[in-house]
């Protein structure tokens, strides 16, 4: 059982005061990684802000997350993260000025090794007042291969360098000997440097904000809000869980093997919703693998967190006292409780999205109008690299593309767009050129990914590149391939993911890649990843015409898939040919039944 809050004792609480300072306290976060942003080096923060700022209690306890940047997965590992560094550096063996590094998964922190925490103690008169932690995506922590998150592995210590925590700076003073030792063990040295200065000026941001909450509103009234926020957002998550149908409902979905064999997977959810409680039960799920798919518990909390605050109050503040309310159980030795030293570095990408999906199987049976179609369902992953041309420098890029959003049940899906765990950017071509040697060749939204219905899932995107770089190392972290992302009551499913590689005169020969690898490219091949769309909602057959159209108009369903599927006939002038339309509908309705 995982349990991550303690129990409230905010009392007494006046509702403006308590809405202005819990305003004040999430633009706290806001700033955080604001600063973050704008100060890291890595284009896989500064430009795609894979990055997560939060405020806790001194106990541990999360109270605000920053909602302007940061992803669900990193708002959700923080959390134990910093419980973790607690246990290694009690209150009393911190100092104003300290700051603490770490990015293991074991025994309970960041989801794999790439997401480096920073938690920075809060002191207000020399007495311990608060936490500011900030989590980000390093581009690189040494390993097996470039990106530190490849495939061919079957052990933890494989993956990169394991920082378990430590004090990276000590009373104001950066400690550049252990620095010196940590980029020592990777790639990336100057642009981990950067980043880890921009985690911690977003830790002095908050130094200083929660400075300015004491001077206005004093130290004991602050520190009694602090707890009657979290005992707000405990009532409000308990109000949304009125609003479900009390009762047994249960999710399962797969992964496609976990890149040394392609058996499939399976993630197994029990959910148990009543008044007063929510138990996610994912006990049954399938026993932990040799390759890196494996994942720990606090992704799973994550995953649970984010899914409840989509389903019973999308506005909730999400905190540890809305924690207080949630059970998650999971086994150990099973996929989503590996044990030590499993491989886990491709859990964030792909086992995520899969218990989000399981979990969103569950909860359609309770209210399928909050719910939505199965999304692409992966990030899909690529890690590029090697030497920059002509010199001995290293580099490394990092991407995860969007795919196509599932459909709702009065919606269609986005197009192209980062879901659920993730929500980071793309990283815009100039960037890329710029700073790696690749070429972007195309780039765009792919038509007929869709999953058709009567409200059509988003189509996937593609991107293409040419290999500049020397000794080139491809690792393709994806999903979804055979096991498409599945439509809802009616609604047909996506197109799933491709990766190949063109090589030889005029990229004639084509290389279809595994949806999970790590391999080398040559000079001047032609990389195409394209991702999955999302699943369709209710029958393509009752999709409004003047919608497919539209659809055909912007270029993302053919004319040919309009008639075939939806059954829409798309004259040569672009528009609806109505008559025609009521046979075509006609045929695939017998046809059907």
């Known amino acids: 059982m995982?349990?991550?809050?303690?129990?409230?004792?905010?009392?007494?609480?006046?509702?403006?005061?308590?809405?202005?300072?819990?305003?004040?306290?999430?633009?706290?976060?806001?700033e955080m990684i604001g600063g973050l942003i704008r100060a890291s080096y890595s284009t896989n923060i500064k430009d795609r802000r894979d990055a997560s700022c939060a405020v806790y209690t001194a106990d541990g306890d999360v109270i605000a997350m920053s909602e302007f940047g940061g992803t669900p997965l990193h708002l959700g590992t923080m959390h134990p993260?910093?419980?973790?560094?607690?246990?290694?550096?009690?209150?009393?063996?911190?100092?104003?000025?300290?700051?603490?590094?770490?990015?293991?998964?074991?025994?309970?922190g960041p989801g794999h090794l790439n997401d480096v925490c920073v938690v920075g103690p809060i002191f207000i008169d020399g007495e311990l007042f608060a936490i500011a932690a900030s989590q980000s995506h390093r581009v690189d922590v040494g390993g097996f291969a470039p990106g530190s998150m490849p495939f061919g592995v079957t052990e933890h210590f494989q993956e990169g360098l394991q920082i378990t925590p430590m004090k990276i700076v000590r009373r104001g003073e950066l400690d550049e000997h252990l620095l010196a030792f940590i980029n020592q063990n990777l790639r990336t040295p100057?642009?981990?440097?950067?980043?880890?200065?921009?985690?911690?000026?977003?830790?002095t941001i908050a130094q200083r904000r929660i400075e300015e909450l004491v001077a206005k509103h004093g130290r004991e009234t602050l520190r009694g809000y602090l707890h009657a926020i979290m005992d707000y957002s405990e009532r409000r998550l308990l109000s949304g869980l009125k609003s479900l149908p009390p009762g047994t409902y249960r999710g399962e979905d797969v992964?496609?093997?976990?890149?040394?064999?392609?058996?499939?997977v399976a993630i197994r959810v029990t959910v148990e919703v009543s008044p007063a409680r929510f138990v996610a039960d994912f006990s049954e799920t399938d026993p932990q693998v040799l390759g890196p798919i494996n994942c720990r518990w606090p992704s799973v909390a994550a995953c649970v967190y984010y899914v409840l605050k989509c389903f019973v109050d999308p506005e909730l503040p999400a905190n540890a006292g809305a924690y207080r309310p949630i059970e998650i159980r999971t086994r150990p030795g099973t996929v989503l409780e590996a044990q030590?030293?499993?491989?886990?570095?491709?859990?964030?990408?792909?086992?995520?999205?899969?218990?989000?999906?399981?979990?969103?199987?569950?909860l359609m049976q309770a209210s399928p109008e909050r719910a939505i179609a199965a999304c692409s369902g992966t990030m899909n992953l690529l890690n590029v690299g090697g030497f920059i041309p002509g010199s001995r420098t290293l580099f490394n890029y990092i991407e995860?593309?969007?795919?196509?959003?599932?459909?709702?049940?009065?919606?269609?899906?986005?197009?192209?767009?980062?879901?659920?765990?993730?929500?980071?950017?793309?990283?815009?071509?100039?960037?890329?050129?710029?700073?790696?040697?690749?070429?972007?060749?195309?780039?765009?939204?792919?038509?007929?990914t869709e999953g058709p219905g009567r409200w059509r899932g988003g189509v996937g995107m593609h991107r293409e590149f040419d290999i500049l770089g020397d000794y080139t190392?491809?690792?393709?972290?994806?999903d979804r391939e055979k096991v498409a992302p599945w439509g809802a009551f009616g609604g047909l499913a996506a197109t799933g993911s491709s990766c190949d590689v063109y090589r030889g005169p005029g990229h004639a020969e084509r290389v279809h890649l595994p949806s999970k690898v790590t391999t080398f490219l040559q000079p001047r091949d032609h990389l195409r990843t394209e991702t999955p769309g999302g699943g369709g909602w209710g029958d393509?057959?009752?999709?409004?015409?003047?919608?497919?159209?539209?659809?055909a108009r912007e270029g993302l369903v053919s004319a040919g898939r309009a008639g075939s599927v939806y059954g829409v006939v798309i004259g040569p002038d672009g528009a609806v040919d109505e008559a025609a339309t009521v046979g075509r509908r006609a045929e695939l309705r017998r046809a059907g039944a």
């Open 473 to 478: 190392r491809l690792t393709v972290s994806s």
């Open 81 to 108: 993260a910093v419980k973790t560094v607690f246990e290694s550096w009690p209150a009393d063996t911190l100092e104003p000025g300290d700051a603490i590094i770490m990015n293991t998964p074991y025994p309970a």
């Open 2 to 30: 995982t349990t991550l809050a303690t129990a409230g004792t905010g009392v007494g609480a006046d509702p403006v005061t308590l809405e202005v300072l819990r305003n004040a306290l999430y633009s706290i976060a806001d």
């Open 255 to 264: 992964i496609e093997g976990d890149g040394i064999v392609t058996d499939n």
């Open 540 to 551: 393509p057959l009752e999709r409004p015409p003047a919608l497919v159209e539209r659809d």
């Open 340 to 362: 030590f030293p499993a491989a886990v570095c491709n859990a964030n990408i792909i086992t995520t999205q899969r218990i989000v999906d399981a979990l969103l199987m569950a």
């Open 190 to 203: 100057v642009e981990n440097r950067g980043d880890l200065i921009a985690q911690l000026a977003a830790n």
């Open 400 to 448: 995860t593309y969007g795919g196509g959003q599932g459909a709702m049940h009065d919606r269609d899906g986005m197009d192209g767009v980062h879901s659920h765990m993730t929500n980071t950017r793309n990283a815009p071509v100039e960037a890329i050129e710029a700073e790696y040697p690749l070429r972007v060749r195309s780039y765009g939204l792919l038509p007929d």
